[in-house]
T-cell receptor
Framework: ETGVTQTPRHLVMGMTNKKSLKCEQH?????MYWYKQSAKKPLELMFV???????ENNSVPSRFSPECPNSSHLFLHLHTLQPEDSALYLC????????????FGQGTRLTVV | GENVEQHPSTLSVQEGDSAVIKCTYS??????FPWYKQELGKGPQLIID?????GEKKDQRIAVTLNKTAKHFSLHITETQPEDSAVYFC???????????FGTGTSLTVIP
């Protein structure tokens, strides 16, 4: 148990659906991240939030929309996804942006059909 | 931007032997190098890290070495056990703090 909880663990959605991934951290951290993990590829940083403000967006398609209502919660809203978006989506948190000790959740395995 | 290369992509060792995984990075501004272990169905978990002002760090059977001049760092696991079987990722973090660059991962199998 890393202190970072993601739900759901598995999600299957059609290309016309709208769904949301949820992440919650109980570590008192100030920075939260969304990563995409695809087979045979490095982890891809999607979004970084620091103190609820988005500070990094690595040119992610607009069909992915993050939301950070407070420093403990992070959402990733999904709509009109493509099959190539199927991957493991990982949430992580760290004390702040400068300190690198990131703690990861167990991920949401997303399948787009 | 940073480029992190990790080798090998797969590694099989006999139980009790040592395993070594190597990473190289390109950005001299990187100053923090964590290693993560990811077991099947789980997220990556930090196992050891090293900062650029240190050349070596050890924690029981796990050690990490850093050569800043050559821009490479390595993970060493001694006396491997079956439960060490997992995918291991290296990462390089810039001194601005908000860029995590990960290697492509090494799938380690420890054969009993």
């Amino acid at each position: 148990e890393t202190g970072v909880t993601q739900t759901p663990r598995h999600l299957v959605m059609g290309m016309t659906n709208k769904k949301s991934l949820k992440c919650e951290q109980h570590l008192g951290h100030n920075a939260m991240y969304w990563y995409k993990q695809s087979a045979k590829k490095p982890l891809e940083l999607m979004f970084v939030y620091s103190l609820e403000e988005r500070v990094e967006n690595n040119s992610v398609p607009s069909r992915f929309s993050p939301e950070c209502p407070n420093s403990s919660h992070l959402f990733l809203h999904l709509h009109t996804l493509q099959p190539e978006d199927s991957a493991l989506y990982l949430c992580a948190s760290s004390q702040d942006r400068v300190r690198g000790e990131a703690f990861f959740g167990q991920g949401t395995r997303l399948t787009v059909v | 931007g940073e480029n992190v290369e990790q080798h090998p992509s797969t590694l099989s060792v006999q139980e009790g032997d040592s395993a070594v995984i190597k990473c190289t990075y390109s950005d001299s501004a990187s100053n923090y190098f964590p290693w993560y272990k990811q077991e099947l169905g789980k997220g990556p978990q930090l196992i050891i890290d090293i900062r650029s002002n240190v050349g070596e760090k050890k924690d029981q059977r796990i050690a990490v070495t850093l050569n800043k001049t050559a821009k490479h760092f390595s993970l060493h696991i001694t006396e491997t056990q079956p439960e060490d079987s997992a995918v291991y990722f290296c990462a390089a973090i810039s001194n601005t703090g908000n860029q995590f660059y990960f290697g492509t991962g090494t799938s380690l199998t420890v054969i009993p």
